[in-house]
Structures are given as C-alpha cells and as structure tokens.
C-alpha cells in the first residue's frame, strides 16, 4: 500500500504522507495540513467509522459547503473501506430526502445551516467550525492515527455514490469504484499538465463529479488543494493571488466575471498555469477576451459524465495567439477510451462526420447505478458500451463534437436543430447574460425553436435585434420562432436549467 503507485486513494495517500509528509496537501478556510497531518487524520477518522460500528461498504453521506472535512472523508472512505455519498446541498427537502432513502447512510457529516430539518434517518455530526473547533473534530480526535489503510480494499472496490441530478426523473446513485478513479487522475494529469507543486483551486462543489474529479487530481500528484473562503469573485481571485495557484477549474459565468471586472488588474492572477471551463456554453469572444487578459494562461475543456467520473474527451489546451483548429469541439477521446457514433434508430455506427448517439466504453465507466439494476441494463450493453443519451459527431481528425442530449434534440419538419448550438449563437450576444433553447409543438413543422432569453444587468435588447443578431450566424431554418426574455432561467438543484419546464411555459 505504500508503493509509489498505489492502487487506492488511500493507498497512495499513505505513499505521499511517506514521500512528501511535509508539503501541503490541503489550504482551506477551515485550516491547512501537510500530507503527514492529513494522512494522520484521514486515518484517525477511518479508525472511529470502524469504532462507530461501520463495515465495508456501508455509507456514510456529507452535505457540506467545500472545505477541509469534506476532503478528509473523501480519503477515510477508501481508507476504511466504506462509501462516500456526497450530497448536493442545493436539493429541495423532498429530493434530498428521497437520496437518502436510496443510499440509506449509517452517518451524516453536515454543516449546521445544511443539515436537513426532518429526520435524516441516521446519526448526525455537525461540521462547522466555532473556536472550539468542531462537533467533528471531537469525534475522530480519539481515533488511531496509525490505523493502516483496509487491506481489503482493491481496484473493485466501491467509494463513491455520485446521484445525478434527476432533472426528467428520481435521482440515480452512480457508483464509482477505486480503478474508475485512478484511471480518472491518470489519463487527466497528462492531458492538462499537471505536476507535484501544482496548486489546484477547489471552485466548484465536490458533491459534483466534475468537482471531485480534479481535487483527486491533485492528490494524485501530490499538490496542494487550495479551497477559497467563498464563491465571490474577490475571495476566488485573492485566493489565487494569496496560494500561487497554479490550476483551476471555473464555470463559464465566472470566468466571464474575471473579465468583466478586470479582476487581473486588481489581484495578482500570474501564477495560473491552466483554467479549465466547462459546465455551460462559453462563447469564442468571452475565452478570446480571458485570454488576452491572462496571456500566460492555458484554457482548456471537455466533455464527461457522472458515470464516465468526469472527463473522458479533453480539448488541446490553448493560449493567447493560438489558433484553435478544432472550433466546437471538446476535443479527442482519452487513451483510456473508446468511442462510437451510433444511429439511433439502426443501432449502428455512422460514419466519420455523421451524427449519431455517444457510446462509451472505458475503465473510467461506472459499474452500474446503486439498486437500480434494470437502468444499469438499459444504460450499459452486455459487452460494456455506455449509451451516454448525448448526440455527437466525430471528425477525420479524431476530434469529438456533442451536439445535444438527445432529449433535448429539436426536430422540425424533418430537419435536426440543436438546441446547443443556437444556445452558443445567442449567448454570444454580448447583452446576454444565458439563454436556453427548447422545441414546443406547432401545427404544422411538429416543433419550432423556442429561445428563453435572461439579460445581463443593464443591457436592452429586443426580439427583433436578437433574430438580426443571429442572421449569417445561423441557418433560417434554426433561429428561434419564439423569444422570451425573463429575469432567470429554472434550475434544478444543480443548477442544471429544467428545460421541461419551458416547453411547458413555466420560463
């Protein structure tokens, strides 16, 4: 288990704490550890799950903001053998609640302003923090800090439970095993530069896949995990400027505000070596413009699933005055992957350039959603194809392109619109602030484009200035019919835009 390539999270957890006990592993508003000081507590912590009566693969459920407890348990899972469930805080009660009948955890480690109001069904322990420390602190500070890692944990073993988000039905448990996520840290650490002293700041939740992913990245590697004291554009920039991060990974809205307010010329921002977006269309013009306001600065993005464990396709990382060869696409398909195009009414493969559904088959692939047996089959062939439920399109260079979810494919009169791609064409509208784009009936074509427009603050715009915006930009045939501008766009817990509820009207 100490070998310079462990199989585990733990595993090589023990290995860095051994090799690189004194760097940091972890900055976070809660405190800073060295890799001997987390490794120790990781252990103290998996030393009281067994105390507390825990066995293998029983779960236990965070729902807590970003900070250093939540990345503790990540590793005392594996450590203990057990199953981490991370929660998504933004849930509404109901669906919060009908996560843990499904997971059903043996303890709740939550923060205080989280913690759900009816009975969680397990024990409770509180996460925040007074000047005491806190409620977990005392928990784990009598557990054995030499406790080695479970001996019976191997590449098959269960750590995570990823619920997707449940935008057109209930909440799935993806499991996700040791070999899926080292296969994850692996093929990523190549393909974005990563290295040791990397300092990786920790933006989006880690109750997200795409979140949890790159903090395991990072401790893959031995770098330090920097987590900010907030969301706010000031404490993210001070953050990179107070730790020298090197890597992070931002949503387009933010990084869209680093431009806006000019953040470079405010706070120190020279240190970053890569930003990683993703989570939402980003227009040509935003990236060009973060660019030229971080000339030393690699951009880059993907595409994955909850079930592929984040990334599976990354796009060439670019810099200021590099020619993007492959506008559209999310790049080629990792080593460690395999790809078809398959239509969907044949269950055959297209051909180079044709649009067809996603199959994926790689280590990094589920084994299946947590109780759900008949959506593991219908999810995942016999043979280990994943049917990812997305359209797309690959080029005879290799380079994938995604055009939609399937779901939200619009058809109109015989023709394909991709509500993506008109997604792109107005967002690059520079008084848009997001937009999303769905298909609703009409008497004649079947369906017709519908655009559900939010405005950045400020800005004026108009139906008929935006369709004239769009002219040359799009084919006729995929402009919108309809445009509805409104204060904000649905979202599920998330964040994700429920695009049923505006097809029924409910924008």
């Known amino acids: 288990m100490t070998t310079s390539h462990p199989l585990t999270l733990a595993g090589l957890l023990a290995g860095h704490a051994r090799d690189r006990g004194g760097s940091r592993a972890v900055s976070a508003p809660a405190g800073s550890q060295t890799y001997a000081e987390f490794a120790g507590d990781v252990a103290r912590i998996a030393d009281r799950l067994h105390?507390?009566?825990?066995?293998?693969?029983?779960?236990?459920?965070?729902?807590?903001?970003?900070?250093?407890?939540?990345?503790?348990?990540?590793?005392?899972?594996?450590?203990?053998?057990?199953?981490?469930?991370?929660?998504?805080?933004?849930?509404?009660?109901?669906?919060?609640?009908?996560?843990?009948?499904?997971?059903?955890?043996?303890?709740?480690?939550?923060?205080?302003?989280?913690?759900?109001?009816?009975?969680?069904?397990?024990?409770?322990?509180?996460?925040?923090?007074?000047?005491?420390?806190?409620?977990?602190?005392?928990w784990y500070a009598t557990g054995d800090s030499g406790r080695a890692p479970d001996v019976h944990q191997t590449d098959e073993s269960l750590v995570l439970l990823a619920y997707t988000t449940g935008t057109t039905g209930e909440p799935k448990g993806v499991q996700l095993v040791e070999r899926n996520l080292r296969e994850m840290a692996q093929h990523a650490a190549a393909a974005w530069a990563l290295h040791p002293e990397m300092r990786y700041m920790a933006c989006l939740p880690l109750f997200r896949m795409s979140g949890m992913s790159s903090v395991m990245c990072c401790v893959h590697l031995g770098g330090e995990v920097v987590i900010p004291s907030g969301s706010s554009l000031a404490e993210i920039a001070g953050a990179v400027e107070e730790r020298r991060v090197t890597h992070t990974s931002l949503v387009p809205t933010l990084l869209n505000s680093l431009v806006a307010e000019k953040a470079a010329e405010t706070f120190d921002l020279s240190s970053l070596e890569v930003i990683i977006y993703g989570s939402a269309p980003s227009t040509g013009s935003m990236i060009e413009q973060a660019m030229e306001m971080l000339p030393q600065t690699g951009f880059s993005h993907g595409y994955g699933l909850t079930e592929t464990c984040a990334g599976v396709a990354i796009a060439p990382t670019l810099r200021r005055g590099e020619v993007d060869r492959h506008p559209g696409s999310v790049g080629t398909v990792a080593p460690n992957c395999e790809c078809r195009i398959v239509d969907v009414s044949t269950g055959r493969d297209v051909g180079t350039g044709a649009d067809g559904e996603i199959w994926l088959r790689t280590p990094q692939l589920t084994t299946g959603y947590w109780n759900k047996p008949a959506e593991t089959a219908a999810a995942i062939s016999a043979d280990g194809w994943f049917r990812t439920g997305d359209i797309g399109m690959i080029d005879a260079d290799g380079f994938l392109y995604v055009r939609d979810?399937?779901?939200d494919m619009i058809i109109l009169g015989g023709e394909n619109v991709y509500s993506v791609e008109v997604e792109n064409a107005i967002g690059a509208h520079p008084a848009v602030l997001e937009t999303a784009v769905v298909g609703v009936p009409h008497p004649h074509w079947g369906e017709t484009v519908k655009a559900v427009v939010v405005l950045r603050r400020g800005q004026e715009l108009d139906e008929s200035e935006l369709l004239g915006w769009l002219e040359g930009r799009l084919a006729h045939y995929k402009c919108p019919r309809i445009v509805e501008f409104v204060g904000d766009l649905p979202k599920a817990g998330s964040g994700k835009v429920l695009k049923r509820e505006l097809r029924e009207g409910k924008g």
Do not use: M, T
Not at 101 to 119: I, N, T, V
């Open 405 to 407: 979810r399937l779901k």
């Open 51 to 138: 105390a507390a009566g825990l066995r293998r693969e029983d779960r236990v459920a965070v729902l807590a903001h970003n900070d250093l407890a939540y990345v503790q348990l990540v590793y005392a899972a594996s450590w203990a053998g057990i199953v981490l469930v991370g929660l998504n805080w933004r849930l509404a009660a109901d669906e919060l609640r009908a996560v843990l009948d499904d997971c059903k955890p043996s303890l709740l480690f939550a923060d205080q302003e989280l913690a759900p109001g009816a009975d969680p069904g397990c024990p409770v322990v509180r996460l925040d923090r007074s000047e005491e420390g806190s409620d977990f602190e005392r």
